[in-house]
């Protein structure tokens, strides 16, 4: 049984122009001791899938699945009070923007001990042995001095920690992290990406990373989920995605990277722009900038077909061997 | 252009019970920049980047050292002649979203630095304004729009149009690409590539992301808490980094091919407060080959062979 597995999740918000579906036809299955990355252009809807899976969309979104299941625990048809019990504890979210996301009237070591106090994780006398001990092994130095401190008091890098302490305090299951490195340097990104790595070894956790940084993702993924436009279009072990990307629009984001450009070349570059809510073309959603799209692909919109594991949202998916399409 | 041993340091706090602080965000920092050719400052948050780019555009005076454009020194030059150096840098901000007005049209943005100078008559002005457009790849079509029907790699673009407006020789780009998803990304950097060749542009290009200025830039300025660290071409310090910090970024910096995923340990600690800089080397107290002298003295700025780097243990490390 899959930790997490969700089955053609669907999220819909009503806006003055009607129905605009920001997530369409998603499976997401996440094992326990899996680091699964889910990348994509802003706007592609990763972190609304995941959003989504906490059951944080509010009106005037609406969240459809066919299934959603997380452990024993159907998400679909939990009452809010027993969702309550779940979200936050077995499942947990390190968001982006760590000091925004912080309440900054508060001090960190109060808001940390509130998530221990809502799922009674530990007895009352012991809540603040247990945050230290928490700021201690997300790598907080001298972290009993730093209880009374204030979100505007930490760096950034600090802050994310202070995100994923709160995130780990009740022993989660699944900790899914939303670009937890966007905000932050190189070599903090490098440590707070070390962190989470060690802390899913450690504890046995799942762990998905949201990301659009491709560097981000062959660093730490086991397995990668790639979104367009609300849909995944590909997913793969992260060796086989980087060696043979299957979806064009795989193909085309690798190839744009600086990394893989040689010299001072001229990168190439997927020409158009991620359709909006008023541009949705028929068919294919990638095919008015695909370089391999031909009638089918502007009207008949693909499945995602091909052995498990290896799955591609593509009529004419690219061939490892040949690097074109059959 | 060419920077001689600039500084710029901040006066802060002096309250009643607080006592004055300095903060030198630059501190002797030399480069020389010629047509056509790209350097690349590197370094975190924080290390003085963004003082660098406004004192590279004249916005503000340096403490100390001397700013050189055109081989004439910017601050004992008259008034006017200054105003006429200052046209011959122009700046691309980071974030594209900030730095357009959203009530002025695309037309009156290209226009503006045209009508401020008195360039010309309002239809010359549209004129070079149009064709600033199509050199940029904008539609023309778009010439009366505002910045919000905009994408955030075109209104990159827009902001690359206005810098080149008066025909700059030096465009400061301030990690102009870093809010930009990779694809769009892609296309900023092309065109930045292209317009450097047709107008023989030298850029000082900022940046964090060592990926971007290994395919654009040809010489490499690493800062770190406002003091050069490395300097050299740009071929010489991704092969063989000399100061520890250089090496700590690039391992930093996370590689796409999943096969050669790093097995090198993070770099400890974070930046040093630029109020109370350690008295030795500023980045002794994160470096992996610290040793007592580098806490006590701090490392001069040299030449070894074919670069400048300031570290007591360049030739060692």
């Given at each position: 049984m899959h930790l997490l597995e969700i089955r053609g999740l669907a999220v819909e918000f009503a806006t003055a122009r009607g129905r605009f579906r920001a997530v369409d036809g998603v499976d997401v299955t996440v094992d326990a001791r899996e680091v699964l990355c889910i990348v994509g252009e802003s706007g592609c809807g990763k972190s609304v899938a995941m959003l989504a899976a906490m059951g944080l969309i509010d009106w005037p979104g609406r969240v459809t699945a066919e299934t959603m299941r997380f452990g024993g625990s159907d998400l679909l048809h939990l009452s809010a009070r027993q969702r309550r019990q779940v979200v936050g504890k077995d499942m947990a979210m390190v968001f982006q923007e760590p000091t925004s996301s912080l309440n900054p009237c508060y001090p960190v070591g109060w808001q940390i001990a509130e998530a221990l106090r809502t799922h009674h994780a530990v007895p009352r006398n012991k809540v603040r042995e247990r945050v230290v001990e928490l700021l201690d092994q997300v790598g907080i130095p001298a972290p009993a001095s730093r209880l009374g401190d204030f979100p505007h008091q930490l760096s950034g890098g600090m802050n994310q920690r202070v995100m994923i302490a709160m995130a780990i305090s009740c022993n989660p299951k699944l900790l899914i992290a939303d670009e937890p490195t966007t905000a932050l340097d190189v070599t903090i990104q490098k440590q707070i990406l070390d962190l989470l790595v060690d802390l899913q070894r450690q504890r046995g956790m799942g762990l998905v990373l949201i990301t659009h940084d491709m560097g981000v993702v062959a660093e730490t993924a086991h397995r990668v989920q790639v979104m367009y436009a609300g849909q995944m279009v590909e997913e793969q072990a992260t060796d086989g995605l980087f060696a043979a990307p299957r979806h064009p629009y795989t193909a085309a984001l690798l190839d744009s990277l600086p990394e893989r450009a040689l010299g001072r070349a001229r990168l190439p570059t997927i020409p158009g722009m991620v359709p909006g809510i008023d541009d949705r073309p028929q068919g294919c959603l990638f095919n008015p900038r695909?370089?391999?799209?031909?009638d089918i692909c502007r009207m008949v919109p693909p499945a995602l077909t091909g052995p498990p594991g290896r799955r591609a949202r593509c009529h004419y998916p690219i061939m490892a061997a040949s690097g074109a399409t059959p | 252009m060419e920077a001689q041993d600039l500084r710029r340091h901040y006066p802060v706090g002096g309250g009643m019970f607080a006592a004055k602080g300095l903060v030198k965000a630059i501190d002797g920092i030399s480069f020389v920049l010629r047509d056509g050719e790209t350097l690349a400052v590197v370094g975190e948050s924080g290390c003085g980047k963004s003082t660098l780019a406004r004192m590279a555009t004249l916005m503000e005076p340096p403490t100390a050292g001397e700013l050189l454009i055109d081989g004439k020194p910017t601050s004992t030059v008259a008034e006017p002649e200054r105003r006429r150096l200052r046209l011959n840098v122009q700046m691309v901000f980071q974030n594209p979203y900030g730095s357009l007005n959203p009530r002025k049209t695309v037309g009156s943005i290209l226009e503006e630095p045209l009508a401020l100078n008195g360039r010309g008559d309002k239809s010359a002005r549209e004129r070079a304004a149009r064709a600033m457009m199509d050199r940029v790849g904008l539609r023309q079509d778009q010439y009366g729009r505002y910045p919000h029907m905009f994408s955030g790699g075109q209104r990159q673009r827009i902001a690359i149009a206005r810098a080149l407006m008066l025909n700059p020789r030096v465009v400061v780009a301030d990690e102009p690409v870093s809010a930009l998803d990779v694809s769009i990304q892609a296309q900023v950097l092309n065109l930045m590539m292209d317009l450097q060749d047709e107008f023989r542009l030298a850029y000082l290009f900022i940046s964090h992301d060592l990926s971007v200025v290994r395919l654009i830039a040809r010489e490499v300025l690493v800062l770190y808490c406002g003091r050069p660290v490395e300097h050299g071409s740009k071929e010489n310090v991704f092969a063989t980094p000399r100061h520890p910090y250089t090496r700590v970024l690039l391992a930093a910096t996370p590689s796409v091919d999943p096969r050669h995923r790093k097995q090198t340990v993070a770099v400890k600690g974070e930046l040093p407060s630029p109020l109370n800089p350690p008295p030795g080397c500023a980045f002794a107290s994160r470096c992996p080959h610290v040793t007592g002298r580098c806490t006590a003295e701090r490392p001069e700025w040299r030449k070894l062979g074919d670069r400048m780097v300031a570290c007591h243990h360049a030739e060692t490390v």
């Amino acid at each position: 049984m899959h930790l997490l597995e969700i089955r053609g999740l669907a999220v819909e918000f009503a806006t003055a122009r009607g129905r605009f579906r920001a997530v369409d036809g998603v499976d997401v299955t996440v094992d326990a001791r899996e680091v699964l990355c889910i990348v994509g252009e802003s706007g592609c809807g990763k972190s609304v899938a995941m959003l989504a899976a906490m059951g944080l969309i509010d009106w005037p979104g609406r969240v459809t699945a066919e299934t959603m299941r997380f452990g024993g625990s159907d998400l679909l048809h939990l009452s809010a009070r027993q969702r309550r019990q779940v979200v936050g504890k077995d499942m947990a979210m390190v968001f982006q923007e760590p000091t925004s996301s912080l309440n900054p009237c508060y001090p960190v070591g109060w808001q940390i001990a509130e998530a221990l106090r809502t799922h009674h994780a530990v007895p009352r006398n012991k809540v603040r042995e247990r945050v230290v001990e928490l700021l201690d092994q997300v790598g907080i130095p001298a972290p009993a001095s730093r209880l009374g401190d204030f979100p505007h008091q930490l760096s950034g890098g600090m802050n994310q920690r202070v995100m994923i302490a709160m995130a780990i305090s009740c022993n989660p299951k699944l900790l899914i992290a939303d670009e937890p490195t966007t905000a932050l340097d190189v070599t903090i990104q490098k440590q707070i990406l070390d962190l989470l790595v060690d802390l899913q070894r450690q504890r046995g956790m799942g762990l998905v990373l949201i990301t659009h940084d491709m560097g981000v993702v062959a660093e730490t993924a086991h397995r990668v989920q790639v979104m367009y436009a609300g849909q995944m279009v590909e997913e793969q072990a992260t060796d086989g995605l980087f060696a043979a990307p299957r979806h064009p629009y795989t193909a085309a984001l690798l190839d744009s990277l600086p990394e893989r450009a040689l010299g001072r070349a001229r990168l190439p570059t997927i020409p158009g722009m991620v359709p909006g809510i008023d541009d949705r073309p028929q068919g294919c959603l990638f095919n008015p900038r695909c370089g391999y799209a031909d009638d089918i692909c502007r009207m008949v919109p693909p499945a995602l077909t091909g052995p498990p594991g290896r799955r591609a949202r593509c009529h004419y998916p690219i061939m490892a061997a040949s690097g074109a399409t059959p | 252009m060419e920077a001689q041993d600039l500084r710029r340091h901040y006066p802060v706090g002096g309250g009643m019970f607080a006592a004055k602080g300095l903060v030198k965000a630059i501190d002797g920092i030399s480069f020389v920049l010629r047509d056509g050719e790209t350097l690349a400052v590197v370094g975190e948050s924080g290390c003085g980047k963004s003082t660098l780019a406004r004192m590279a555009t004249l916005m503000e005076p340096p403490t100390a050292g001397e700013l050189l454009i055109d081989g004439k020194p910017t601050s004992t030059v008259a008034e006017p002649e200054r105003r006429r150096l200052r046209l011959n840098v122009q700046m691309v901000f980071q974030n594209p979203y900030g730095s357009l007005n959203p009530r002025k049209t695309v037309g009156s943005i290209l226009e503006e630095p045209l009508a401020l100078n008195g360039r010309g008559d309002k239809s010359a002005r549209e004129r070079a304004a149009r064709a600033m457009m199509d050199r940029v790849g904008l539609r023309q079509d778009q010439y009366g729009r505002y910045p919000h029907m905009f994408s955030g790699g075109q209104r990159q673009r827009i902001a690359i149009a206005r810098a080149l407006m008066l025909n700059p020789r030096v465009v400061v780009a301030d990690e102009p690409v870093s809010a930009l998803d990779v694809s769009i990304q892609a296309q900023v950097l092309n065109l930045m590539m292209d317009l450097q060749d047709e107008f023989r542009l030298a850029y000082l290009f900022i940046s964090h992301d060592l990926s971007v200025v290994r395919l654009i830039a040809r010489e490499v300025l690493v800062l770190y808490c406002g003091r050069p660290v490395e300097h050299g071409s740009k071929e010489n310090v991704f092969a063989t980094p000399r100061h520890p910090y250089t090496r700590v970024l690039l391992a930093a910096t996370p590689s796409v091919d999943p096969r050669h995923r790093k097995q090198t340990v993070a770099v400890k600690g974070e930046l040093p407060s630029p109020l109370n800089p350690p008295p030795g080397c500023a980045f002794a107290s994160r470096c992996p080959h610290v040793t007592g002298r580098c806490t006590a003295e701090r490392p001069e700025w040299r030449k070894l062979g074919d670069r400048m780097v300031a570290c007591h243990h360049a030739e060692t490390v």
